[in-house]
């Protein structure tokens, strides 16, 4: 189904996890665009030196502090914005962390991640779903990862977060479709962030934040449903989590001894 694609003058957009890294490239990437950006996270300070940043730009920055664990929060931000700004035409859930992990299977490190990635994210998808299904448009984009293709070493907690954030976007855009809104997911490769840059692993065709929101901006002004980068990864990546269980983990087995992976 092709929906309407919007556009600046259609309403505001809004960009959860947007005090660094790629919330913080897209938004700026937006507002040169022509876009009023609404940008949330935890910390005003950062958000409104981002804001700041924007000066200039044919679009601008607008700063409201939210965390995405917070289970009123989403609702309350959207609330204030659409009051103050407008509609709400396009929606980025970026908003994720991916904090290092103890042994095995890091209990507290797992549930931190859910809670932020996912949880978080479901909340705000739910909270900018009932402003748009009323008015049978919008579009929301949600975050993902390569990472959530298949099972990596080391990552089981932001790779399951990513995993099942790519199944809810799957599954809910069916009823978006026919309820008008455009529901797109984005799943990037490496990415030079603070959040990569603590990671000590081997971070194959990694681009800059600038680069990769160029390509994320793009990608919300073309139909398809998926953004996926660098192409040479994510295809690669898809192929690999085409072959039978004893090939897959023969393969990234063989590539993690390799590189001396040991977590993502």
């Known amino acids: 189904m092709t929906l309407p694609r919007m556009q600046p003058g259609d309403g505001v957009a809004w960009i959860t996890g947007a005090s660094s890294g790629i919330g ?4 700026l990437e937006l507002a040169l665009r022509g876009w009023t950006v609404a940008i949330t996270a ?3 300070d950062q958000l409104e030196e981002i804001a700041r940043r924007a000066d200039g730009l044919p679009g601008r920055i607008v700063a409201h502090a939210g965390d995405v664990t ?3 929060a989403m609702k309350a931000v959207i609330e204030t914005i659409e009051s103050v700004h407008g509609p709400i035409a396009l929606a980025f859930l970026n908003a994720g962390i991916a904090p290092d992990s103890n042994g095995l299977l890091d209990i507290e490190a797992f549930e931190r991640t859910i809670a932020v990635n996912l949880v978080g994210a479901a909340r705000g998808l739910a909270a900018v779903l009932d402003c748009m299904a009323p008015r ?4 929301i984009a ?3 990862s390569i990472a959530g293709y298949g099972g990596l070493p080391g990552a089981s907690a932001y790779g399951v ?3 099942a954030a790519i199944h809810l976007c799957e599954t809910l855009k069916f009823d978006c479709d026919r309820r008008g809104i455009r529901l797109q997911l984005v799943n990037p490769g490496w990415v030079d962030t603070p959040l990569t840059r603590r990671k000590d692993v081997p971070m194959p065709f990694i681009m800059s934040p600038q680069e990769a929101a160029r390509r994320i901006a793009d990608g919300f002004e073309q139909a398809g449903f998926e953004v996926s980068f660098p192409r040479r990864l994510s295809w690669l990546m898809k192929a690999i989590n085409l072959l039978p269980y004893p090939a897959y983990f023969w393969l990234i087995g063989k590539a993690a001894r390799r590189s001396g992976t040991k977590a993502i």
């Open 70 to 72: 917070d289970p009123g």
């Open 42 to 44: 935890r910390r005003l």
């Open 161 to 163: 977060s990513k995993a």
């Open 142 to 144: 949600l975050n993902a």
């Open 24 to 27: 913080e490239a897209v938004a």
């Open 136 to 139: 049978r448009r919008g579009h």
